[in-house]
């Protein structure tokens, strides 16, 4: 039923910058869409959470290892969450996912929706 469809990923040089978009459908007046966010997963990995945004413009919650780096956004209709990726390592390497679930947390489980993903490589 909640659909998402991220874009923006790429390859960039280490030090740069992406900005990746998730749009949303079939979710505004779900609880199950309170929070909006995105998730990473590189091979070999487990999928982990790396920025967060409850419905209403609250600040988000970052990972440790983008804290400073990254900044998620949501639009006023709330329709659309960005993540701004900012000083990217070669550790950022890793498909992106937009996810949705009822409240807010870093640990991808069972009450998390996903987008199809979107690539971003970071190199040099």
């Known amino acids: 039923q909640v659909q998402l469809v991220e874009s923006g990923g790429g390859s960039v040089q280490a030090g740069g910058s992406l900005r990746l978009s998730c749009v949303g459908s079939g979710y505004r007046y779900s609880t199950s869409t309170n929070c909006m966010g995105w998730f990473r997963q590189a091979p070999g990995k487990e999928r982990e959470g790396v920025a967060v945004i409850f419905r209403g413009g609250a600040a988000g919650t970052y990972a440790d290892s983008v804290k400073g780096r990254f900044n998620i956004s949501r639009d006023s209709a709330e329709n659309t969450v960005f993540l701004q990726m900012n000083s990217l390592k070669l550790e950022d390497t890793a498909m992106y996912y937009c996810?949705?679930?009822?409240?807010?947390?870093?640990?991808?489980?069972?009450?998390?929706?996903w987008g199809q993903g979107t690539q971003v490589t970071a190199s040099s």
């Open positions: 996810a949705a679930a009822p409240f807010c947390t870093l640990v991808a489980n069972p009450i998390h929706q």
